[in-house]
């Protein structure tokens, strides 16, 4: 399995970014996907996740209205669209893949996950 992350970047506040993470090596469409990311000195943090259809979405609360997660189940491919960016979020930013097709107060913990991606680097500057 192999889960490949890009589109990060250097990008000033108040700006916006397209992650994408390619999917393969496993049923794309049986599993929710997520995205975490870990700021220097910090843990992983959950920032959203999709169920396998695109239909049911969460997200932590300090995204919410400006990132917004989907997926393409046709190209095995989620997405991670973030808007209105801060100095706050910059983090490498990971892609997951959790072996279930539902949401579940679980699918915010990074040990749920089955398998990870490399991580992007996302810079905001102020």
């Known amino acids: 399995v192999q889960l490949q992350a890009s589109g990060g970047g250097l990008v000033q506040a108040g700006g916006s970014l397209r992650l994408s993470c390619a999917a393969s090596?496993?049923?794309?469409?049986?599993?929710?996907m997520g995205w975490f990311r870990q700021a220097p000195g910090k843990e992983r943090e959950f920032v959203a996740a999709i169920n396998w259809s695109g239909g049911s979405t969460y997200y932590v609360d300090i995204v919410k209205g400006r990132f917004t997660i989907s997926r393409d189940n046709a190209k095995n491919t989620v997405y991670l669209e973030m808007n209105s960016l801060k100095p706050e979020d910059t983090a490498v930013y990971y892609c997951?893949?959790?072996?279930?097709?539902?949401?579940?107060?679980?699918?915010?913990?990074?040990?749920?996950?089955?398998?990870w991606g490399q991580g992007t680097q996302v810079t905001v500057s102020s």
């Open positions: 090596g496993l049923t794309f469409s049986s599993y929710v």
């Open positions: 997951a893949a959790e072996g279930g097709r539902y949401l579940t107060a679980a699918s915010t913990a990074p040990d749920t996950y089955n398998y």
